[in-house]
């Protein structure tokens, strides 16, 4: 950490302490980060589009198939099943990592 994510974290916890943020207005509320202020305006009305749609791009994609060949795992009895599960969530992971480096390299 930094000095000022230290500082930060530091006023944060203060805050807290002090029962600064007990009553905030949107407090548990879930945060709409979905409203696409963070995606450049020459990109949203097509990811909006795209979304909507049901697209996920391919590493979101492979992201949910390895939690949920994850879950599976977890529920298998079956020691085939379990194993077939293993093989097939070690090839998501690798294809997932082998994305994620692609897309550093293209950065």
Sequence with gaps: MNALEIIAENKIREALDNG???NLSLSGQPLDLDDGQFVPLHLRLSQKILRNAGYLP????LKKEILQLSERLAEATDECARDSIKRRLFEKKLRH???MDSERSAS
Excluded: G, K, M, T
Excluded at 58 to 61: F, I, M
């Design 20 to 22: 600064e943020l007990d």
């Design 97 to 99: 990592d082998v994305l």
């Design 58 to 61: 391919p590493v979101l994609q």
